[in-house]
């Protein structure tokens, strides 16, 4: 008697909202290696049976699944969690059963009379020897015994209390009987990365600087930069593309329409005759020389980030051999980039609504594996909100299937919306409003987004307080302090942060006109000689907050930032901690770089798991400082002309168990 | 050249966050006849190109898609609705794409030099004469008309201006070029049901009362109960069941385990040698008369709601015929129903788990069918939380694919996700928590839930200040006032309500034993006399209340509800809209019983269009006083003794376009 559509009709454990899933499973959430992943469910059944439940998960090439249990929290809700230990795709599910010896065990409690205890012992006799022929094995035999024991002769109560005995209850949860369970309709996936997808400081800079005055750069010459920056306790070096430029409506400096012999066009507009995506621009050196460059930057500790811009210049190869992939004009010219009035005829992009899409995409994605045959496993991608979302989705996809090492940061300063589904669909960072997030409400309020809301399981903020298209007024015009300021937001608010060198370390603050935020003299167009030994730079306060970073586990994740009152607008304080080991930071940063201010901040104590009863110290590990104090209400006071910010690490009493105190 | 899991790389558009979705599309939404499905998402794509989009709807059963327009609001969300007007399933999802026109015309009146210009014209045309093609009927014809003076001789400025013609627009975005469009990942389910799904009065009776003193009422004797009911202006009565009831175990008066010689045993008991879930008791008549007796209700407009319990007593038929639909126990016995230590031995539980699941589920369903069949539409389904939810999803889906008027109101008093999990499955309408929500917070908090939570698309409040198994503390020591203002605040808060007469409107207060909610004397076990010309009966009250309920078509809908601050917490004060016609009441209720409150109460006059530099007038309807009122801040005074709420109806200036004011 055939019912459509239902499988088993007694399969009564009901699974709803499990989480963490995005858009119900159809996008992975993001992990880094050892992170676990904590799973919640609504788990019920009719009536009054008792449920067990468990997560399963496997990485996505494992035939079974490995189990961990449910636990029950409050008004149906369980929760689990596993942990992720390869790079890869993880996917889980959650199993669920209504479990007829729990329900048992929990009524036999409850019985009141002789009459009911009695039945009640020969039916749960028979349900732990059911058990024992699921187990098969020792624990056979000692369900048996079990079985008999409950079923046996002694005096009821004893019998009883057998069958409430928790050694029982911990060997039949080992054998349930989950003919009828369930599974989530959802399975969610989880995409594995290296730690240096939620915790690395990024330092770009253009190679063709490299050798200024001199001249143009070398990969060489980058060689010799790589100290410097790897001195600064920097972890990615990135490079923007390094791929011949090309030479049609090359632009001039500051973006002007028609260069001078010299200008060496901006290196987004990729392509000559000398090569395209898979070529290294001639004056910067050879394949091999980058191969080397690589090898070097590895010797220093560094990994190196390269640009991926999938756009032409009208001199790129492949205007000509592959015509098909662009937009032609009614007069039979290549469609240039646009967005009118503005025009870009320096570039092409490619027309992704082609009929030859397909060829197009596997080229490509041979663009990425070319460099990933270098040795590069960082892409910085390029506008990647103007290529489509398809597109992303299944070339991140195959490359990460194939190398799960490679991590992809999205450089789209877009639209909400559109910046998060570039992150669902397999980015694993994104850059962020950040950069123009100043003022203590915006701040707190794009932080809660970002760390507590949703988008944190798929979206992996970097912070750039610059980039080469984006001089930010708070940097025009708040001289030192304002570089240093948004230096310590960027690295202690996000465990990924980045800045764009020397520009950032020597305090480049002059817009090409004012409320541009356009460089003048911007190296997108010419080469640019820096100073880097000028007395004002950066560089040794840029070194100490890179060293707190990586001595202060606090600062290696985002989600456990959480933000504490101050009654001073311009001081935004907030702290940071992890467990193992114990760490505890607290910033105060004054968003004012102009002026000295004050004021008391309020720390939830009992929270941050301080003794209100004693003092604690609050080490400022900027300045050395170190003060004494005691209770939630704290005084402090930042003068810009010294230390825009405050890194207290809080070192507290912890009481052990021979009652000897100590700070850490 | 293959790219596995990609059907069509150049479809650009992408849609996310369709609402309203009810766990991914996994259960629909309800509405009822006339409503409308307001649908919201995310649309977006790569680059500038402008999107366009429509809901796509239609009846189940119909193949082709009907389709309505999407628009934007801001932040990439678009909006449409459409409006259900037959019973049965609607779905609906949503198609976008990349509109190349829509851009065209945005880009074309940016360009700034004939050159630009002139090219785009060139395109435009073919554009134009693209969507001629497609139109290929009279359209066709002016689309070419288009297209040849776009590409035509007129001066440039003029060939423009005709690109940028709102008309051309209007014409073109019936021929859009959707090669390319998305479809949303999901797709969503409407139910649609009768009007009383939404809104309806409902009056429980136990039909063997209705001839008291003189003995066990009959069906006869329920017709002439009729007159009583459709006065007091219900529009539902519901019977506890109807069916023979056990003799074995049957529970005497006050729920004693030994019944008298002449105790009726409880109506839940099915089932005796007399029948079971498919006959009449035969005391209160046969099939024929129950038939008469629904023709009788139909004639004073009344409908009739049955109790469906799916138990059995012991000597219900199912027992001998199929044991195998209950579990049995070693000793040989039927497991009646318990929840240690509670035992009842009058009740057998079907086992859901049988292996004979299938012919037990079919046989269930053809009880439904059967009383469908007597000209039943509504079924009030006793405790449907203690079966298989997966059961219930079958059944409901089952009956009302056939029977799309049919109508299920789950009695589960269970926990939150259990009862929005029945809600969800398919259950029209459900009891709730509004019979233990007494203070000002409970109430404003959960009819929050109710009213602006995901749940309100699923589940459909039906608020009972009693029932038969419940006599709240609040009814038990508030004596009148008490009575009163539950039933105002049922009757106003949700559109639908039901009260157990004539319990309620007798006032009938007496508890078993302090602090248990049962009855004293309930009629589950036994016969009452009722004399339902009691002077202090609440008939007239109840009167005026459907009456107003009737008359005012705010109250006839659950999500227009807004509370409004009042300075006394024994003060609750809300108000409903309607638009068309314009209706607007506010309530305010003392939640005192036993003292006058007064107060004031803040009102957002400019929200609620009322003129605040004039005075409006406040009606109570439930007293016929009128107050003129002025500005938001407002003193009102309840005193319990004489009518513990106002329901007051707002009547405000209205500026015509001849400048007439009046009050409505």
Request: net charge negative; glycine share 6%; charged share 25%.
């Amino acid at each position: 008697m055939p019912l459509p559509g239902i499988e088993d009709g007694r399969r009564r454990a009901i699974i709803e909202r499990m989480e963490p899933l995005i858009d119900g499973g159809r996008f992975p959430i993001k992990r880094t290696l050892g992170e676990s992943v904590v799973v919640e469910a609504d788990l019920f059944a009719d009536g009054h049976d008792l449920l067990a439940g468990t997560i399963q998960y496997r990485r996505e090439e494992e035939p079974d699944w490995r189990e961990t249990p449910l636990a029950p929290l409050a008004n149906d809700r369980w929760r689990g969690s596993f942990s992720v230990d390869r790079l890869g795709r993880y996917r889980f599910r959650i199993a669920a059963w209504v479990d007829h010896f729990l329900t048992w065990r929990h009524d036999l409690a409850r019985r009141e009379t002789p009459e009911d205890i009695t039945v009640a012992l020969v039916i749960g006799g028979a349900l732990v020897e059911a058990a024992a022929q699921r187990a098969g094995n020792d624990d056979a035999l000692k369900l048996r015994t079990w079985a008999a024991r409950l079923r046996g002769d002694a005096p009821l109560a004893l019998r009883r209390a057998t069958g409430l005995n928790p050694e029982l209850e911990a060997l039949m949860r080992r054998y349930p009987d989950r003919r009828l369970e369930n599974h989530s309709e959802q399975v969610g996936d989880v995409v594995v990365d290296r730690p240096l997808a939620r915790f690395g400081a990024w330092y770009e800079f253009f190679p063709r600087s490299c050798s200024a005055p001199s001249g143009h750069g070398t990969l060489h010459d980058c060689e010799a930069r790589l100290a410097y920056v790897a001195e600064m306790g920097f972890d990615i070096v990135y490079l923007p593309p390094i791929h011949p430029i090309g030479q049609t409506h090359r632009k001039g400096r500051n973006n002007s329409l028609t260069a001078e012999t010299n200008d060496p066009g901006s290196p987004w507009a990729i392509g000559s005759a000398e090569g395209g995506h898979k070529s290294v621009h001639p004056l910067l050196g050879s394949l091999e020389e980058f191969r080397h460059f690589l090898a070097a930057a590895e010797a220093r500790g560094l990994e190196v980030a390269i640009d991926i811009a999938f756009q032409c210049a009208p001199d790129h190869p492949y205007v000509g051999e592959h015509p098909e992939w662009f937009l032609h004009r009614p007069d039979g010219s290549v469609q240039y980039a646009e967005n009118p009035p503005k025009k870009y005829e320096d570039i092409y992009p490619f027309h992704f609504e082609a009929e030859a899409w397909e060829p197009l995409w596997l080229e490509l994605k041979s663009v990425i594996d070319f460099w990933i045959e270098q040795g590069v496993t960082i892409f910085r991608v390029d506008n990647p909100h103007t290529k489509p979302f398809p597109f992303w989705e299944w070339l991140i996809n195959a490359v990460k299937s194939e190398h799960p090492e490679v991590l992809f940061l999205a450089e789209a300063f877009s639209r909400p919306k559109i910046m998060y589904r570039l992150a669902k669909l397999g980015f694993s960072q994104s850059y962020t409003y950040f950069t123009w997030r100043n003022t203590k409400w915006e701040i707190e309020h794009y932080m809660a987004e970002l760390t507590r809301g949703r988008v944190r399981e798929f979206f992996r903020p970097n912070f750039w307080p610059n980039t080469p298209d984006i001089l930010p007024e708070y940097l025009q015009y708040g001289g030192r302090a304002a570089f240093m300021n948004r230096l310590v937001l960027a690295a202690t608010l996000s465990a990924s942060y980045g800045v764009y060198g020397p520009a950032f370390e020597l305090l480049e603050g002059r817009a090409r006109e004012p409320g541009s935020e356009e460089y003048l003299d911007s190296e997108k167009y010419q080469v640019r000689d820096w100073n880097l030994e000028r007395p004002d730079s950066l560089r040794e306060f840029i070194t100490r907050v890179n060293r707190i970073r990586r001595e202060n586990p606090a600062l290696q994740h985002d989600w456990n930032l959480r933000f504490h009152p101050a009654d001073n607008p311009e001081l935004l304080c907030y702290s940071k901690w992890s467990d193992e080991p114990a760490n505890l930071l607290l910033v105060v940063v004054n968003l004012d770089p102009h002026h000295t201010q004050s004021g008391w901040v309020d720390l939830p104590l009992d929270d941050l798991g301080i003794d209100s009863t004693h003092p604690f110290q609050a080490h400022d590990l900027l300045t050395g400082s170190r003060h004494l104090w005691h209770g939630s209400h704290n005084y402090v006071q930042v003068d810009p002309a010294r230390s825009p910010a405050h890194i207290f690490r809080l070192r507290r009493r912890i009481r052990t168990e021979h009652d000897f105190e100590y700070f850490f």
